[in-house]
């Protein structure tokens, strides 16, 4: 069974200090995997995505997260955290060939401090 | 290209009334959920389709019902609203046309505002 964990529930960062938001997921084999953003009274918005092509990947606003298979991690960073990146984050694995639910991270609450 | 779209945005209801919640796609998706986003929860899976006429239950489907009579729609009812189902209620849906299409993005809807007095 596949699994995704997301280690802090809360984050908190001071405008233009590094961001770094864990998630390490539990698969049998290589999982696709995906960052997704929701900002307040909003939708659910694709950040990026992993699919075994290269292991950091490069995403909307800044964001980038790298993929380890030895440490089963995605961890989202960005180099200098703005205002408008307070939202929660979800670490999330997407369907597959064999399985068709989506297996979401409880999700990362990021708050950024003026 | 509207995407996903969901009606009602907001919606109050008492206690055992019934409501139905309509999430519409216009990219020819054949897969479309609902889940229900709560505190501290995530996002549940309701129900899915993974096709025009099919539905399958997700990880808590009780007190809701789904049909996808038309391959754009997706309904999710509420037979009898229980305080317990005041939530944000979301719809997304994805292409999932051909095995292997490994990876193919979810795209969500704005959400519901659902409050059962």
């Known amino acids: 069974a596949q699994s995704v964990t997301q280690l802090d529930s809360h984050v908190s960062v001071s405008e233009g200090t590094p961001v770094l938001l864990r998630c390490n997921y539990s698969s049998s084999y290589s999982p696709s995997l995906f960052w997704y953003v929701q900002h307040p009274n909003k939708g659910l918005q694709l950040l990026l995505k992993y699919t075994s092509a290269a292991t950091l990947v490069k995403g909307i606003n800044g964001f980038e997260a790298e993929f380890k298979k030895s440490e089963t991690s995605f961890h989202l960073t960005k180099p200098s955290a703005h205002m408008s990146d307070a939202a929660e984050y979800f670490c999330v694995v997407p369907p597959g060939t064999s399985y068709d639910k989506v297996i979401f991270g409880p999700g990362t609450s990021l708050s950024v401090i003026p | 290209n509207a995407g996903v779209t969901q009606t009602p945005k907001f919606r109050v209801l008492k206690t055992g009334q019934s409501m139905t919640l309509l999430c519409a796609q216009d990219?020819?998706?054949?897969?479309m959920y609902w889940y229900r986003q709560d505190p501290g929860m995530g996002l549940r899976l309701i129900h899915y389709s993974v096709g025009e006429g099919t539905t399958a239950k997700g990880e808590v489907p009780d007190g809701y019902n789904v049909s996808r009579l038309k391959k754009q729609n997706f309904l999710l009812g509420l037979e009898s609203a229980a305080p317990s189902q005041t939530s944000v209620y979301f719809c997304?849906?994805?292409?999932?046309?051909?095995?292997?299409?490994?990876?193919?993005?979810?795209?969500f809807g704005a959400g519901t505002r659902l409050s059962v007095l």
């Open positions: 990219m020819n998706h054949e897969y």
């Open positions: 997304a849906s994805r292409l999932g046309q051909g095995a292997g299409l490994v990876g193919d993005i979810q795209y």
